[in-house]
């Protein structure tokens, strides 16, 4: 399991992060473009203006509620976010703040959300194989 690291990207960082918790024994856990909750990013998403008509928080099932959960992941974290993400990079730098060491975090100059393997992809992989390099 040691040599197991678990990577989540956008939605996939709430079952990651939740593998991590539950499984303490994995390397360690990349976040890519992550976020505190789901019910947080409904607040930010511009397409579901409609959705904070509605009492989302009631609605929403699976909570996907990383920040809550990060005091609890004890394997070696990395964050990872662009800059130009109106979202994740202010729900990267909260995650990080909650993680526990050893921790790093990596934003991406320029990156969005949808496009952080795409700008600046070549420092993004560097930043990930250090992460993976650096493990115990």
């Excluded at 607040?43 to 909570?63: E, S």
Aim: charged fraction near 15%; glycine fraction near 8%.
């Amino acid at each position: 399991p040691r040599k197991i690291v678990l990577i989540g990207w956008s939605i996939g960082t709430g079952p990651a992060t939740e593998m991590a918790k539950e499984h303490p024994d994995v390397g360690g856990l990349v976040l890519v473009s992550a976020y505190t909750s789901a019910p947080d990013m409904i607040k930010y998403i511009p397409g579901f203006w409609y959705v904070r008509l509605l009492p989302y928080r009631l609605l929403v099932h699976t909570r996907f509620d990383n920040l809550s959960k990060m005091n609890s992941v004890h394997v070696p974290v990395l964050l990872v976010a662009g800059s130009a993400d109106g979202v994740g990079s202010s729900m990267a730098t909260a995650l990080f703040q909650k993680a526990n060491e050893p921790k790093r975090i990596y934003v991406s100059p320029g990156a969005g959300h949808d496009n952080v393997w795409a700008i600046n992809s070549d420092r993004l992989i560097a930043e990930i194989s250090e992460f993976i390099q650096a493990l115990p």
